[in-house]
């Protein structure tokens, strides 16, 4: 089924970047549907943290929140998935339900999805003593004998950073040769306290329903109430690759280049938070989310008068 009314601007995903575009369109009076998959990629986390005025709310309640904020302004959410994109004059994106919507410009707000290393246990403990970004969680679990598991040799520098939050902080190098470490990096583990621990990682530890160890693949156990495991990024891109966004590859994943304002390389086609760049926290979602919708909102004014003069 195509909708025949179609939309001055379709956002797909609903996070914080997404919501916060749809915001900023709804009270810019611009007939805006949200797509809403339902799969915020800080799903795990109980909170989040360094956003003023909600640090520490639970992300569900977040979004919750915004959802509400969001329909105030007469923004359409509609849960589904969008399974296909078409530029055909306006955008066409197909939704898992049949439904064709048609939009002139189009956000891509989907976000990634962290993949984990296969450590057993580290999923099911991921988000709670099991985290990733001492930004996000280190507070939280300050001053705690905490581990970190190299997954590259950048995580040397997730070690250091690491040391801000606690001076008891072990390497352990998993799948990382000790070739593999510069002499640079091993000055600076030094200097900052961090004991390096070779060897495989082959399990957790845990009692009570809490970490309490790391085991290797030789079954020494070393007693850690805390490990940093930096996930391999998935970015959701493929909607932004079947309209022919151009991409730049880093070493967390392809993302579509963008200028400050957020546009791809295609013309209508925009992309905010985590679709957009790997490190985006939910307040810098936010704001590249705002940022993107007052952008558009310009753009379509600019064209509706043009229009009229010509």
């Not at 507070?139 to 690491?162: C, I, K, N, Y």
């Not at 290797?216 to 309209?243: C, F, K, M, Q, S």
């Not at 310009?298 to 009229?308: P, V």
Request: charged share 25%; hydrophobic share 45%.
């Amino acid at each position: 089924m195509t909708e025949n009314n179609g939309y001055e601007v379709v956002v797909v995903g609903a996070g914080a970047a997404g919501l916060s575009a749809a915001l900023v369109l709804g009270r810019s009076r611009r007939r805006t549907l949200v797509v809403d998959a339902g799969e915020p990629r800080n799903a795990p986390s109980a909170h989040m943290q360094g956003y003023l005025s909600r640090d520490g709310m639970s992300p569900a309640e977040f979004l919750a929140v915004g959802r509400e904020e969001v329909a105030r302004y007469g923004v359409e959410l509609l849960r589904d998935r969008v399974v296909d994109v078409a530029r055909e004059g306006d955008f066409a994106a197909v939704l898992a339900s049949g439904r064709t919507v048609r939009a002139r410009h189009l956000v891509i707000a989907t976000g990634l999805t962290d993949e984990l290393p296969p450590v057993p246990g580290l999923a099911e403990r991921f988000g709670r003593d099991v985290v990733h970004c001492p930004y996000c969680h280190g507070w939280e679990v300050r001053d705690l004998p905490t581990g970190v598991l190299a997954t590259s040799p950048l995580s040397v520098h997730q070690a250091l950073m690491v040391t801000q939050w606690s001076k008891d902080v072990r390497l352990f190098l998993h799948e990382v040769g000790e070739a593999e470490l510069t002499d640079q990096d091993l000055r600076r583990l030094a200097a900052a306290g961090v004991t390096v621990v070779p060897g495989e990682v082959a399990g957790l530890v845990t009692a009570d329903d809490r970490l309490t160890g790391v085991r290797l693949a030789d079954g020494t156990v070393h007693e850690r109430e805390v490990l940093y495991a930096a996930p391999r990024a998935v970015p959701h891109n493929d909607l932004l690759i079947r309209l022919g966004a151009e991409l730049r590859e880093t070493p967390f994943g392809s993302y579509p280049v963008i200028d400050e304002r957020g546009l791809t390389t295609v013309p209508g086609l925009w992309a905010a938070g985590n679709a957009s760049g790997f490190a985006e926290q939910v307040i810098n979602a936010a704001s590249r989310g705002y940022r993107a919708g007052a952008a558009i909102n310009g753009e379509l004014l600019m064209a509706d008068l043009d229009d009229s003069a010509s």
